[in-house]
């Protein structure tokens, strides 16, 4: 094998890093990260200034942004603009501080669910494995 490079190649890793909650907040944000047996729930105090947010309008989306790989983005239910002291989240663009938590495999992302309560963000994301789980 002399004179030959061998190259070696990472492995994919499905599994780690595929489904990731992204709240549209600085990473040194104060959130309540709260395990149930069948949820994951994060609560956030937002700031309110008159016209911003108003109980009821905000969405969590479930976006692939690579095959495999699914984030969750938290946005205004109107129009699909964004929430969080503007906090830039395009998909195009890698926001390097931005809040983020890694979710496990058992997490449905596509079922997650954003709400706006007594000026807290509460955004809850039910596991399960393979059986289906409803959030209200």
Do not use: C
């Amino acid at each position: 094998m002399q004179g030959k490079k061998v190259q070696k190649k990472l492995r994919k890793l499905p599994h780690v890093f595929s489904k990731v909650l992204e709240l549209p907040f600085r990473s040194d944000a104060d959130v309540a990260v709260e395990e149930g047996p069948d949820f994951f729930r994060f609560v956030v105090e937002i700031e309110i200034d008159g016209n911003d947010i108003v109980a009821g309008d905000v969405r969590a989306y479930a976006v692939e942004i690579h095959p495999g790989v699914i984030k969750i983005v938290i946005r205004k239910d109107d129009h699909h603009q964004l929430i969080g002291g503007g906090v830039d989240l395009l998909l195009d663009k890698l926001e390097v501080n931005t809040w983020r938590f890694r979710l496990p495999s058992t997490a449905q992302p596509e079922y997650a669910a954003a709400t706006f309560v007594d000026r807290e963000l509460v955004v809850t994301v039910p596991k399960g494995g393979n059986r289906l789980v409803r959030v209200k």
